[in-house]
């Protein structure tokens, strides 16, 4: 296994890629300067490296060279500039170079810090190489948030993670997971705070075509590059910002081990109440199921199957599928408002209260439990709340019990319709436990299969999920 050595400076990453007289390319950056040039020409030797470096800032001289795009900070422009500048690479020097020259082109479309308006920074960028002479190229693209206050921050930023990713991609492709990890090398500021933020990353042809892209993206939580990625309903990796941006968001959070009809009944009771709130209409809802990095097993082999697995079932009943390291539910509204200004719902079982009114959850929080749910309900928020069963007695929003020191506090939630109780519920359903059935299905066929909806049931069964194996008959 390729070890990740986290020693190493910027300058020495730049240096020893200009040392090695294979590695070869072109530098093209839209935003933010030519920092990650610098880098390299800073580290002494850059003429073994650089073919070219450019900046295209001029809208129509980038269309000109590139051609059109709907947006400029996309990764439609980003694959614009990494197809144009690798062809045009190889096309002017095949004939002059070395045949065991290693090509490569990187590329990166970026918005920083601007004087004249408060913008999202964020930005594309993207590597197109060969790991072989002589290969059909690969090609890793990511996502990035600039979370540095100034301009100049952030274009430095950008200029050590550009060298990250030259330097690991021609050192780490073997081991996706590493290269990962050394993305934010050197990118921690002076508190401990890191300075880039990367949610999407993506990788393809010719030394990653067995790579599980989901799973990278898993990794970019497990690895701090980010707190939380998204899947769209047909599994791709998206970025949280396009899928979240100026929606109504309606959030259901779990263990989805597997997804059953209980949690389906939760969603579809939740909506329609939410869809009669103010200002939210069905073209701007976007349903959410969010696990948290706690539901996750430790087993990192074990954790990727059933990770696959429960994302594969939750784009079966069209949702979009959130993974998080957001224990505490008003970090995770937090989060969301990041992208989003609109309505926020999320679904809570009653069985869920013994945590979300618990003090100790939020010990070494300033303001405890008052500042916690200060910010859960912060401005257009609301969380429905499912009934369950105990014993054979119906416990919802009405009856629930809490300690005698939050009591008043779930009065004052509930007569000012922050915590909402859905109005309609399957009581046939509030007995399901996802946990339990998980235990039955190594098992073969059982009584856990009329728990679920026919499609995830199918579904289990077909790609022997969760430990299935179907008994043989008698």
Not at 221 to 226: A, Y
Not at 279 to 296: H, P, Q
Not at 352 to 360: S, V
Not at 421 to 439: C, F, G, K, Q
């Amino acid at each position: 296994m390729v070890e990740h050595d986290k020693t190493l400076t910027t300058e020495q990453k730049a240096l020893a890629v200009n040392l090695n007289d294979k590695q070869y390319g072109t530098f093209v950056e839209i935003g933010a300067g030519q920092e990650v040039a610098r880098q390299f020409f800073s580290a002494g030797a850059a003429a073994g490296t650089v073919a070219k470096t450019m900046s295209a800032y001029d809208m129509e001289v980038s269309d000109a060279i590139y051609g059109k795009a709907g947006r400029y900070v996309s990764r439609e422009r980003l694959e614009q500039m990494l197809e144009y500048e690798y062809g045009l690479l190889h096309k002017r020097l095949d004939t002059v170079r070395p045949q065991e020259t290693l090509y490569f082109s990187y590329a990166a479309t970026v918005t920083a810090k601007s004087y004249s308006q408060k913008n999202e920074c964020h930005g594309w960028i993207g590597l197109r190489l060969q790991l072989e002479p002589g290969a059909p190229a690969s090609e890793i693209l990511m996502h990035v948030r600039m979370l540095d206050e100034t301009n100049r921050e952030q274009s430095e930023a950008l200029g050590i993670l550009g060298v990250n990713v030259v330097y690991g991609a021609f050192n780490y492709s073997e081991e996706p997971k590493v290269f990962i990890e050394s993305l934010l090398d050197n990118l921690v500021n002076p508190l401990g705070q890191k300075r880039i933020e990367i949610d999407l990353i993506h990788f393809s042809g010719h030394q990653f075509e067995d790579v599980e892209n989901r799973l990278m993206n898993l990794h970019l939580v497990r690895s701090w590059c980010c707190r939380a990625v998204m899947f769209d309903p047909e599994g791709n990796s998206e970025v949280p910002m396009s899928l979240l941006r100026k929606k109504d968001v309606l959030v259901i959070r779990g263990s989805f081990k597997p997804p059953t009809k209980v949690h389906v009944d939760m969603t579809e009771a939740a909506m329609k109440q939410f869809m009669e709130e103010e200002g939210v209409s069905n073209d701007k809802v976007c349903t959410v199921a969010e696990i948290t990095m706690a539901e996750l097993d430790s087993d990192i082999e074990t954790d990727d199957a059933s990770f696959l697995a429960r994302v594969d079932l939750l784009n079966k009943l069209g949702y979009n599928v959130l993974i998080s390291d957001y224990l505490r539910f008003f970090r995770l509204r937090s989060w969301m408002r990041r992208y989003t200004q609109n309505r926020i719902g999320i679904v809570l079982s009653i069985l869920d209260f013994d945590q979300l009114f618990d003090t100790k959850y939020y010990k070494g929080l300033e303001g405890g439990i008052l500042e916690a749910m200060g910010k859960l309900f912060s401005g257009n928020t609301n969380v429905y709340v499912y009934p369950t069963r105990r014993h054979n007695q119906l416990i919802t929003l009405d009856n629930v019990e809490v300690e005698d020191n939050v009591q008043y506090l779930l009065k004052h939630l509930t007569s000012n319709k922050l915590l909402v109780p859905v109005e309609t519920w399957n009581d046939e359903n509030l007995h399901i436990s996802a946990r339990h059935i998980a235990t039955k299905i190594p098992l073969g066929q059982g009584d856990w299969e009329q728990q679920l909806p026919e499609e995830i049931r199918e579904e289990i069964k077909a790609r022997c999920m969760f430990g299935y194996c179907e008994l043989p008959e008698k």
